[in-house]
């Protein structure tokens, strides 16, 4: 099992190609860092939801090791870079939010991207707010019933559900607690475009119609994804 971080910014400008650089070249020499996701925003359509505009940027950091990523994140840690007033001031002023969560990935039939070596591909990210009435009961039947049908998607490369867990950090941004995150991933906003107005798209509302009950609702949002190796890749 894997651990990750997300850094949420809504409401900023999207990034230039100056700051993406300069963001990755600070996630590339992070110790622990096994890789990196920067996700900017990406259109698409969904024939069930319209969540209206993505996160400005977010910033998504995995870890083997759950004191790695407190290391990174703690005082004096390499990401408290992160909200340093010089890296990214497309963010000045935007609503920041961080949360930390462990990684379970799931297979799909063919996981090979067929995009060009370094283009960004897509990523749905999905967010469920919470509580839930029963907070097992509702991770249980997610996760037996949800990635099967994902798998199905057409042209689906990756699979992933975040948990949420308790963490230390010091990164000076709120911490928020989604009762889960997750992502399906595909070659670009077409290729997503696509596997949601599948018939696929269909049997996974009718799975969340089944769901245990809970509140908060969800988001959903297509973004471009461009891939970082940490020094530990």
Known sequence: ???THFLTCNG???PGA???AALAALLGRTPGLSDARIYTPAATRDPYLDDGRPPSLVVQTYFAELQALEAAFGKGGVLQGLVAPDLLPSQAGADMAQEALAVRHYPV???VFQTPDGAPHCTYLVAYRGPAQDLNAWLTHYINHHPPIMARFPGIRQIEICSRLDWCGALPVPVRAHIQ???VVF????????ALNSPVRHEMRA???EFPPYEGGNTHFPMLTRV???PVS
Not at 187 to 194: E, F, G
Request: net charge negative.
């Open 12 to 14: 900023g400008d999207e």
């Open 181 to 183: 995150r997750n992502k």
């Open 228 to 230: 970082v190796r940490g």
């Open 207 to 209: 799975d969340f119609h």
């Open 1 to 3: 099992m894997r651990f």
């Open 109 to 111: 039939p063919d996981p």
């Open 187 to 194: 070659d670009s906003p077409d290729a997503l475009t696509a």
């Open 18 to 20: 100056a700051e993406l």
